[in-house]
C-alpha cells in the first residue's frame, strides 16, 4: 500500500512563491508516474503537473509552465512542486498522486487513472 502526504500549503498574495511536498511511504516500487493534481471549487480535478520516475520525463500543464516546476529526491522519497509567481486562478486544493502505468511512458492521465492519492494542501492566493 502506498501513502502520500502533502505540505507546503498556504496562503500568499499574488506573484509569491511557494513549495509543496509528497512524502511517499509504503511499497511503491510499481508505481513509475507520480504527480501534482489541484482542484477549485465548483470545478473538475486537473492535472498540474506529473513526471515518470523511471525516465525522469515530465508533462507540465499550460497553464503553469514557466511558473511550476515538479521535480523529485529519490533518496528522501518525496515529490516536489515549485510554484513562482502565483496567480489567484492558481487557488486550490493541491494533491499528490501515484499510479503504475507500463503501457506508455506518458504519465499524463486522468485523475480517474491514478490510484493513490494524498489528503490534499490548500493553496490560496489573493490578489
Known amino acids: 500500500q502506498v501513502q502520500l502526504v502533502e505540505s507546503g500549503g498556504g496562503s500568499v498574495q499574488a506573484g509569491g512563491s511557494l513549495r509543496l511536498s509528497c512524502a511517499i511511504y509504503?511499497?511503491?516500487?510499481?508505481?513509475?508516474?507520480m504527480g501534482w493534481f489541484r482542484q477549485a471549487p465548483g470545478k473538475e480535478r486537473e492535472g498540474v503537473a506529473v513526471?515518470?520516475?523511471?525516465?525522469?520525463?515530465?508533462y507540465t500543464a499550460d497553464s503553469v509552465k514557466g511558473r511550476f516546476t515538479i521535480s523529485q529526491d529519490k533518496a528522501e522519497n518525496t515529490l516536489y512542486l515549485q510554484m513562482n509567481s502565483l496567480k489567484p486562478e492558481d487557488t486550490a486544493m493541491y494533491y499528490c498522486?501515484?499510479?503504475?502505468?507500463?503501457?506508455?511512458?506518458?504519465?499524463?492521465?486522468?485523475?480517474?487513472?491514478?490510484?493513490?492519492w494524498g489528503q490534499g494542501t490548500q493553496v490560496t492566493v489573493s490578489s
Open positions: 498522486a501515484a499510479t503504475s502505468i507500463y503501457s506508455s511512458s506518458w504519465c499524463y492521465r486522468p485523475p480517474n487513472e491514478y490510484a493513490d
Open positions: 509504503g511499497y511503491t516500487y510499481s508505481r513509475n508516474c
Open positions: 513526471i515518470n520516475i523511471d525516465r525522469g520525463s515530465i
